[in-house]
């Protein structure tokens, strides 16, 4: 396992525990505000230092005692062959694994659960089911398995939250009413504010503006009870 970038510390990334961060490179989607850009565009990746899965469990050794758990993040974390064998090695220092995810490859997450090493779960959801093409930069795209992985979430065998960065030019208060329609029975749900890294695949995107998001919100909590802003 090939780690393309590490934050030692995070006291956001893992809900209501500290943690350090990985980045894994690679993903199948080409989301045009993707703040990792270098993670995802092939002629970009390895530009990073990379960190080798043995040189981050020393550095995990350092940790034990000092931070909750760990975020792995990309990219698409459910890309990577090794990483199941990456997260048992994790576990067995004794932390906990949030995994990040697009959702896509359905099995896998549903695999990777299985094993019980998986302590908690944040899945983007990109859009409304009608303009999830657009917001992943894949034409044509086949929301089968997105639903599918939103259906296996929402049956609550792993801990859980669904997240959406909100685009100005990418989502409507239409999109936000589906989307709400779409993942009823969700606990919690957030919505981050667009910012541009200087990483991002697409450049000219803009942040919505505070009171959109707290409208957008507004439009969320009529079908789920715990939605929050980030990014704000």
Not at 127 to 134: A, D, G, V
Not at 190 to 200: H, K
């Amino acid at each position: 396992m090939i780690i393309q970038g590490l934050q030692k510390i995070s006291l956001l990334d893992y809900p209501e525990k500290v943690s350090c961060t990985v980045f894994l490179s690679g993903c199948n989607f080409k989301c045009p505000f993707c703040h990792n850009a270098s993670l995802v565009i092939s002629e970009k990746i390895g530009s990073q230092n990379k960190i080798t899965d043995l040189e981050f469990f020393e550095f995990l050794k350092t940790r034990i005692r000092k931070l909750d758990g760990v975020c792995i993040t990309g990219g698409e974390p459910l890309l990577r062959s090794g990483l199941e064998g990456f997260i048992r090695v994790i576990k067995n220092l004794g932390f906990l694994v949030k995994l990040d995810t697009n959702g896509y490859n359905s099995k896998a997450l549903k695999d990777i659960v299985s094993t019980g090493m998986i302590d908690f779960v944040a899945m983007d959801i990109k859009n409304s089911q009608e303009h999830y093409s657009l917001s992943v930069g894949v034409p044509d795209f086949d929301i089968k398995k997105i639903c599918e992985s939103v259906s296996f979430l929402l049956s609550e065998t792993v801990p859980f939250e669904f997240r959406t960065t909100i685009v100005e030019e990418l989502h409507t208060e239409e999109d936000l009413i589906r989307i709400g329609e779409w993942i009823q029975g969700t606990e919690d749900y957030y919505l981050q504010q667009f910012v541009d890294s200087g990483d991002v695949i697409t450049n000219g995107l803009h942040s919505p503006t505070i009171e959109k998001m707290e409208r957008y919100k507004d439009i969320i909590e009529s079908y789920v009870p715990n939605v929050k802003l980030r990014g704000i």
